[in-house]
């Protein structure tokens, strides 16, 4: 009686869920399970990049249906396959009216040109480049295209890089608010808004190094691509800012012309019967298998973007966008990739900008354990390899990494804002009350910290900077002065951290991919298995809802039983995603009834 009644109690939650909490999931996934429309014979892709762009896929599916977004890797990886897809003909690029990080638009740029020289023209069409702290990435990224257009007086204003910063020293010394906080050492200047009214000489020279690095790299890409002088564009580009006209005049662009007229122009050169197909749906079309390229063996992919934190991912909200690695999902992916067979190496993208030392050694501790089983790891770096974001590389086989990556920052920052003095001010006393050691209560809000507990905070900083010297001395294979030389908390990006031999090679995802192929000795085209921490659409459902496995099971057979087609893709196309995170692999999809 009592499974009994166990059984119809989950046969009756999952009833209710399946009629009222979930009808806007279904509709959504069994929009996807239907797929996408065949491909024609000659099709021109338009890519938007004016939508929301990250590095990497979310690892849980239902954040997609909250928002419309692409990530580099994935439009990446469509644009190599269609490098060559005999049935693409062309792509349409649709640029953003802002800036883009500059390590996305170098990573596209790479894709641009590797599709171009594989005989496939790229046009980009853009209705504005406007002032903003990077939109130079956005008008380098156009200008690796065939031909460039822009929207009839349309403004580009891609004069150079700027960036701000907020410093809140005077108002939290007229409110009160002591800032406690301890850097190692002054170049770590994430918390010198804190701490100062200005930028203190460390932070300026910081700041003007790494944005003349980019500035550079940008101008210089641009120029290689549109075959002029650099010092010819970068006066060019700094006489602005111009409408469309005159930017053609300048031979800034190639076209003024509607998106409409890019079009035609491209569906011309693509030839008579082509037809325009969204990006999107040419990223959903299944790949065809190819034992061939499958047979010499697999790389791992795993990705890893946002702060990093220690702990797995409960999906808390997992409609919402944002990224985070977390330790144990990440750790596990390299535990995973070091006792599959078929793995040879491990390629590692990494985009953080830093986040808790604990989190990022337990990281580490899997990239030693893969190489330990011979898998060669390479990090391939995005926008940011910075901090914890450098620690969790610094032991790798070999780094590739953006000329415009942010990287290393080898340093460590803490403390807190002690609000007793503040809030005495309104009336509001804070009392602490402790038992235990004199450094209990260290990190009371109601007052600064003792010369004892600084003393006392300092000696761990100490230790957590000493140990992140360490890593990167083992890993790089310097000394751990000159380590120290070059740590300080400074922010490098990819070129000059290849000078510094903070990294191995200059390149992308796909040069990473290469020098993983070499490492590990493997003859052809090697298959990229992803590996990344994510969920089934099955798990993040549930993970959502907060039911049980049971439950969910029960939604299932109440789908079947109540015979909707709609309702059994999308547990058709939940099986399939469940099978291919157990590691099968799906060969085709299963025909929707």
Excluded: C
């Amino acid at each position: 009686m009592k499974h009994f009644l166990i059984t119809m109690a989950g046969v009756f939650a999952g009833l209710v869920i399946f009629m009222i909490g979930i009808p806007f999931v279904l509709v959504a996934m069994a929009a996807g399970a239907a797929g996408p429309a065949p491909l024609p014979a000659h099709a021109v892709l338009q890519l938007d990049l004016r939508e929301t762009i990250t590095d990497q896929d979310p690892g849980n599916p239902l954040v997609s249906l909250g928002r419309r977004s692409l990530s580099v890797m994935s439009v990446i990886e469509a644009l190599k396959r269609a490098e060559t897809d005999g049935r693409v003909r062309g792509v349409l690029v649709r640029l953003p009216e802002g800036g883009m990080e500059p390590g996305a638009a170098d990573e596209l740029r790479l894709a641009f040109l590797r599709l171009r020289a594989a005989g496939k023209p790229v046009f980009a069409h853009s209705q504005g480049v406007y002032p903003s702290a990077m939109a130079l990435m956005t008008y380098m990224l156009g200008a690796s295209a065939d031909e460039l257009w822009m929207q009839p007086g349309a403004a580009l204003q891609a004069t150079g890089i700027s960036t701000e910063d907020v410093f809140l020293k005077r108002f939290f010394d007229k409110y009160g608010v002591v800032t406690d906080f301890e850097q190692r050492y002054e170049y770590k200047n994430a918390v010198n808004g804190y701490l100062n009214d200005d930028y203190t000489a460390a932070h300026k020279e910081s700041q003007l190094s790494w944005m003349t690095s980019v500035y550079e790299s940008a101008i210089n890409s641009a120029a290689r691509d549109r075959k002029q002088a650099p010092a010819a564009l970068r006066a060019n580009l700094e006489a602005g800012p111009y409408v469309a006209e005159q930017a053609r005049a300048n031979g800034l662009i190639d076209k003024v012309g509607q998106v409409r007229e890019a079009e035609q122009a491209l569906l011309k050169r693509a030839g008579d019967d082509a037809e325009m197909v969204d990006f999107g749906d040419y990223q959903r079309a299944r790949k065809e298998r190819d034992h061939a390229i499958r047979s010499v063996g697999s790389i791992a992919v795993i990705e890893a973007e946002g702060p990093i934190v220690t702990g797995r991912d409960g999906g808390a909200n997992p409609f919402q966008g944002g990224s985070t690695v977390y330790s144990d999902d990440v750790s596990e992916a390299f535990y995973d990739a070091a006792k599959a067979k078929d793995v040879k190496a491990i390629v590692f993208r990494v985009n953080s900008p830093g986040g808790s030392d604990t989190a990022s050694e337990q990281i580490l501790a899997g990239v030693r354990a893969a190489k330990a089983a011979g898998k060669p790891v390479v990090v391939s770096m995005g926008t940011y390899g910075a901090s914890g974001g450098y620690w969790i590389a610094s032991e790798a086989t070999s780094i590739v990494a953006e000329p415009t990556t942010l990287t290393g920052s080898i340093g460590v920052f803490g403390g807190k804002f002690a609000l007793g003095p503040a809030l005495a001010r309104y009336g509001v006393d804070v009392r602490e009350t402790q038992v235990g050691g004199a450094y209990a209560d260290a990190f009371s809000m109601g007052k600064p910290f003792t010369p004892d507990d600084r003393a006392a905070f300092a000696g761990w900083m100490d230790r957590i900077y000493d140990n992140f010297v360490a890593r990167v001395a083992e890993g790089r294979k310097l000394t751990p002065e000159r380590v120290r030389e070059i740590a300080k908390g400074r922010v490098w990006t990819g070129a000059q951290a290849h000078e510094l031999g903070l990294v191995d090679h200059v390149g992308g995802f796909y040069e990473a991919v290469e020098q993983a192929r070499i490492l590990a000795k493997l003859e052809g085209v090697p298959h990229l298995k992803r590996m990344s921490p994510s969920a089934s659409p099955l798990e993040a459902l549930q993970q959502a809802l907060g039911v049980s496995a049971t439950s969910m099971r029960t939604l299932a057979a109440a789908a079947w039983v109540m015979g909707d087609p709609k309702a059994q893709a999308v547990m058709d196309e939940l099986a399939s995603a469940r099978m291919r995170s157990q590691g099968a692999l799906v060969l085709a999809p299963i025909p929707v009834r």
